[in-house]
C-alpha cells in the first residue's frame, strides 16, 4: 500500500505556474503508474496526466503543452508543472498510483488533494 500527500497548490494570476508535488510513501515508488487527475466544482474528474514506470508521459488535450508531469524515483515524488495557467484550470488536484494502469480512472491509491485557483 502506498500513501500520497500532494502540496504546491494556491492561487495564482491567470498565465502564471505553479508546481504541484506528490510525495510517496509506504511502498516502492518505483513499481507505480502515477497520474494527476483534477476535479472542478460541478464536472466530473478529469485525467490531467500521467506517467508510468518507466518514464512514459501522457497528457490530456487540455493540458497539452501547458502541463508537465515528471517522476523523481529518488525523492518518491512525483510532480506537476503548470504553465500558462487559465481560470478554467482551477480545480482540486489530486495524485493516484497504480501498480498496472496507467490511463484510467480506476487508479488504486489516492491522495487527499490540492486547491489551485487561477484567478482572471
Known amino acids: 500500500q502506498v500513501q500520497l500527500v500532494e502540496s504546491g497548490g494556491g492561487l495564482v494570476q491567470a498565465g502564471g505556474s505553479l508546481r504541484l508535488s506528490c510525495a510517496a510513501s509506504?511502498?516502492?515508488?518505483?513499481?507505480?503508474?502515477m497520474g494527476w487527475f483534477r476535479q472542478a466544482p460541478g464536472k466530473q474528474r478529469e485525467l490531467v496526466a500521467a506517467?508510468?514506470?518507466?518514464?512514459?508521459?501522457k497528457d490530456a488535450d487540455s493540458v497539452k503543452g501547458r502541463f508537465i508531469i515528471s517522476r523523481d524515483n529518488i525523492k518518491n515524488t512525483v510532480y506537476l508543472q503548470m504553465n500558462s495557467l487559465k481560470p478554467e484550470d482551477t480545480a482540486v488536484y489530486y495524485c493516484?498510483?497504480?501498480?498496472?494502469?496507467?490511463?484510467?480512472?480506476?487508479?488504486?491509491?489516492w491522495g487527499q488533494g490540492t486547491q489551485v485557483t487561477v484567478s482572471s
Open positions: 509506504g511502498s516502492t515508488f518505483s513499481i507505480y503508474n
Open positions: 506517467i508510468s514506470r518507466s518514464g512514459t508521459t
Open positions: 493516484a498510483a497504480d501498480p498496472t494502469r496507467l490511463w484510467s480512472f480506476a487508479y488504486k491509491y
